[in-house]
């Protein structure tokens, strides 16, 4: 069984750096064809990819939000990391991680497994 | 603004059938980029329904059907079920902007 779960604090001061964690298993970051992203979704609005990161370590970053964001893996631990910096009340979502999975070309793969979700307010 | 365009809400009957478009570009859609559809229930995570245009992964009843000619794909939904009602977004990838992109999503109300 493959699952994903999001941590990270709850709540986040405006100009600080917001780090969360994706924690998966079932599946591996060192197989071939196989990326974790992260995708965030303001209340009431529509999904945003911001970031993932590949089996090979190549990383792709939303055009919006790449000067702020940075994507790791930790192969050993199964868990990816976000970090956001300089946060802004507009940033208060919630933050999702999903496997991109797919064959062929990448930009034709998808989101096929999503953890559950962090909600992560952004307020003084 | 999305560079994918949905209809911000549709709706439909029990046993009815509706459709959700989704309307691109040729730096997207229209450049042959895949289709894929998630649904997303109340309060829930976002979960895929079609994969690749007209896919449906394990588990995805036959109600649920791609299409994709075009700029444009759609979602069909037959045989509309009260438990169909969610939001539905599509996701495509974009050369333009080298990123994934998502529709602005639509929610779908079972009369």
């Known amino acids: 069984q493959i699952t994903l779960k999001e941590s990270g604090p709850t709540l986040v001061k405006p100009t600080q750096t917001l780090t969360l964690t994706c924690t998966f298993s079932?599946?591996?970051?060192?197989?071939?064809?196989?990326?974790v992203g992260w995708i965030r979704q303001p209340p009431g609005k529509a999904l945003e990819w911001l970031a993932l990161?590949?089996?090979?370590?190549?990383?792709r970053y939303g055009p919006s939000l790449k000067s702020r964001l940075t994507i790791t893996k930790d192969t050993s631990k199964n868990q990816v990391v976000l970090t956001m910096t300089n946060l802004d009340p507009v940033d208060t979502a919630t933050y999702y991680c999903?496997?991109?999975?797919?064959?062929?070309?990448?930009?034709?793969?998808?989101?096929?497994?999503w953890g559950r979700g962090t909600l992560d307010t952004v307020s003084s | 603004q999305s560079v994918v365009t949905q209809p911000p809400s549709v709706s439909g009957a029990p046993g009815q059938r509706v459709t959700i478009s989704c309307t691109g570009s040729?730096?997207?859609?229209?450049?042959?980029?895949?289709v894929h559809w998630y649904q997303q229930l109340p309060e829930t995570a976002p979960q895929l329904l079609i994969y690749?245009?007209?896919n449906r992964p394990s588990g995805v009843p036959a109600r649920f059907s791609g299409s994709k000619s075009g700029s444009s794909a759609s979602l069909a939904i037959t045989g509309l079920q009260a438990e169909d009602e969610a939001d539905y977004y599509c996701?495509?990838?974009?050369?333009?902007?080298?990123?994934?992109?998502f529709g602005g999503g639509t929610k779908l109300t079972v009369l």
């Open positions: 996701q495509s990838y974009d050369s333009s902007l080298s990123a994934w992109v």
């Open positions: 079932g599946f591996s970051l060192r197989t071939n064809g196989v990326g």
């Open positions: 990161v590949y089996w090979d370590d190549d990383t």
């Open positions: 690749a245009n007209n």
């Open positions: 999903a496997r991109l999975y797919g064959s062929g070309n990448d930009w034709n793969w998808y989101f096929d497994l």
């Open positions: 040729s730096s997207n859609i229209g450049a042959g980029y895949d």
